[in-house]
């Protein structure tokens, strides 16, 4: 490596809604340490995504050790690499394990893991946004002296380096062009179901959104897939492409889409990212102050989901995404 250059790690094991987010903390950090090289410790799900980003030089998916052995490994390996500062991103019992791991002498640490001395300080960090408490640590840690951290502030991700490799869409001659289309993400984690609007009305929402000239795109993993199923079952040229889609794919979706609806899941974070007008809909279990999606974005809460009217839902639609010209 060469001289004066200095070994950054970043730490940010998951999920996907909140590593979509830590983006943005992501490249103040490249921009930070422009010359130096930047590994990120992730999980296997991230690896793709984090490859192909331009932040980081390397890429490490063994954030998560589960036996003894694999701890031992992971310590001889991040001690081995003689780290000069780590940006703890996750800051959760796990991270806070990494660095404990490391000790005695460990790297110059940010984050809130005890005993580390980059501390983020402020009492306040768990009642701030994923993005302003990100914006908030890195000021602590030095590298952002005028980071917006007041509620709205703090800029959402960017994730145009997606798509800049993507082949570019060339018109057929001739060919007709093809309609608008709203992307549904019905789907979330399996444990939590709570957070998930009925099936049922996406299927009604789909028909209404369908005959006023959008086309139906339906993303999710290939267990939501009976969801798509339900779904065509009310609009049976919506299209089912769940299990067929990774993270890039998704942020293409987004970045082409007229418009984004879905639960607090990751997926619709990452089409709000990349540029979807997105209605996400949260219920009491989640809190939209803390960790909505930012950019064009309608947020409609109840504390059941299962109460939230489908007109409420398509008036929020159609705000965002005005009828097609084509449709008329």
Same mark, same amino acid.
């Given at each position: 490596?060469?001289?004066?250059?200095?070994?950054?790690?970043?730490?940010?094991?998951?999920?996907?809604?909140?590593?979509?987010?830590?983006?943005? =903390?992501?490249?103040?950090?490249?921009?930070?340490?422009?010359?130096?090289?930047?590994?990120?410790?992730?999980?296997?799900?991230?690896? =793709?995504? *984090?490859?192909?980003?331009?932040?980081?030089?390397?890429?490490?998916?063994?954030?998560r050790p589960e036996t003894f052995a694999q701890w031992m490994a992971l310590r001889k390996r991040l001690k081995a690499a003689g780290y000069?500062?780590?940006?703890?991103?996750?800051?959760?019992?796990?991270?806070?394990?990494?660095?404990?791991?490391?000790?005695?002498?460990?790297?110059?640490?940010?984050?809130?893991?005890?005993?580390?001395?980059? %501390?983020?300080?402020?009492?306040?960090?768990?009642?701030?946004?994923?993005?302003?408490?990100?914006?908030?640590?890195?000021?602590?840690?030095?590298?952002?002296?005028?980071?917006?951290?007041?509620?709205?502030?703090?800029?959402?991700?960017?994730?145009?380096?997606?798509?800049?490799?993507?082949?570019?869409?060339? %018109?057929?001659?001739?060919?007709?062009?093809?309609? #608008?289309?709203?992307?549904?993400? %019905?789907?979330?984690?399996?444990?939590?179901?709570?957070?998930?609007?009925?099936?049922?009305?996406?299927?009604?929402?789909?028909?209404?959104?369908?005959?006023r000239g959008f086309d139906i795109v339906i993303i999710g993993g290939p267990q939501e897939t009976a969801l798509a199923h339900a779904i065509?079952?009310?609009?049976?040229? #919506?299209?089912?492409?769940?299990?067929?889609?990774?993270?890039?794919?998704?942020?293409?979706?987004?970045?082409?889409?007229?418009?984004?609806?879905?639960?607090?899941?990751?997926?619709?974070?990452?089409?709000? *990212?990349?540029?979807?007008?997105?209605?996400?809909?949260?219920?009491?279990?989640?809190?939209?102050?803390?960790?909505?999606?930012?950019?064009?974005?309608?947020? $409609?809460? =109840?504390?059941?989901?299962?109460?939230?009217?489908?007109?409420?839902?398509?008036?929020?639609?159609?705000? $965002?995404?005005?009828?097609? *010209?084509?449709?008329?």
């Amino acid at each position: 490596m060469a001289r004066g250059v200095k070994k950054i790690l970043v730490v940010k094991l998951g999920a996907l809604g909140d590593f979509v987010l830590a983006l943005a =903390a992501m490249k103040k950090i490249r921009e930070a340490h422009r010359k130096d090289h930047i590994t990120l410790l992730t999980t296997p799900p991230f690896e =793709a995504l *984090a490859k192909s980003c331009p932040y980081f030089n390397a890429v490490e998916t063994d954030g998560r050790p589960e036996t003894f052995a694999q701890w031992m490994a992971l310590r001889k390996r991040l001690k081995a690499a003689g780290y000069d500062r780590v940006y703890d991103l996750q800051t959760s019992s796990a991270s806070n394990r990494i660095f404990q791991i490391l000790r005695p002498n460990p790297p110059a640490w940010s984050g809130i893991a005890l005993g580390c001395s980059l %501390p983020h300080r402020n009492k306040l960090r768990d009642h701030m946004h994923t993005l302003e408490r990100h914006a908030d640590q890195l000021m602590y840690a030095g590298i952002w002296p005028d980071a917006p951290t007041a509620p709205g502030e703090a800029p959402p991700p960017d994730l145009s380096w997606i798509w800049k490799n993507q082949p570019s869409d060339r %018109p057929v001659p001739g060919a007709v062009k093809p309609r #608008a289309y709203v992307m549904f993400v %019905p789907g979330g984690s399996a444990h939590r179901p709570e957070k998930r609007w009925p099936v049922d009305r996406y299927a009604e929402l789909a028909r209404i959104l369908y005959g006023r000239g959008f086309d139906i795109v339906i993303i999710g993993g290939p267990q939501e897939t009976a969801l798509a199923h339900a779904i065509q079952r009310t609009v049976p040229r #919506a299209r089912d492409l769940t299990g067929r889609t990774d993270f890039a794919r998704i942020a293409v979706l987004g970045a082409k889409a007229a418009l984004a609806v879905g639960n607090d899941t990751g997926p619709l974070h990452l089409a709000a *990212a990349a540029g979807a007008p997105t209605v996400v809909l949260f219920s009491g279990a989640s809190d939209p102050a803390l960790s909505a999606p930012r950019g064009k974005v309608a947020v $409609l809460r =109840a504390e059941k989901l299962s109460e939230l009217p489908v007109a409420k839902v398509a008036q929020a639609a159609v705000s $965002l995404a005005p009828t097609p *010209a084509s449709a008329g």
